[in-house]
């Protein structure tokens, strides 16, 4: 069984990945966090957030369906509430790997997005 390193390392050996959660008015947010980390990596990123067509600079996309040309994998920044719908399109899209960003409480984690990646191999 792979571990937690082992899976970190996968998700971060895709080069194109989308960050959902980005917010364009709070750049304090977790989301924008990880995104301009992964951006100074050198991993083309996408954010993603449908009430936004600009973060830092960067076109935005409203969802995965919108980036052009697709992406490998996806962090999940926002609330549990909205992560089963990202699990969902990432499931239609063919992304097999989703990482649900935790902070305090439960961050974006829902246990019915968990158990839908588990069903679908994501």
């Not at 194109?16 to 959660?21: E, F, L, N, W």
């Not at 935005?60 to 992406?71: F, H, Q, S, T, W």
């Not at 996806?74 to 790997?97: H, Q």
């Amino acid at each position: 069984m792979p571990t937690l390193n082992d899976r970190a390392s996968d998700f971060l050996a895709q080069k194109r990945i989308a960050v959902a959660g980005v917010s364009h008015t709070d750049g304090a947010q977790a989301a924008n966090i990880v995104y301009r980390r992964l951006r100074s990596a050198g991993y083309e990123i996408f954010p993603v957030n449908p009430k936004a067509t600009e973060v830092e600079g960067d076109p935005c996309y409203p969802n995965l369906a919108a980036i052009p040309d697709g992406v490998d994998a996806v962090v999940i920044a926002t609330t549990p509430a909205i992560a089963e719908g990202i699990v969902r399109e990432c499931a239609d899209r063919g992304i097999s790997r989703v990482w649900m960003h935790r902070s305090f409480g439960a961050g974006s984690v829902s246990d019915v997005a968990v158990q839908y990646c588990r069903e679908h191999d994501i």
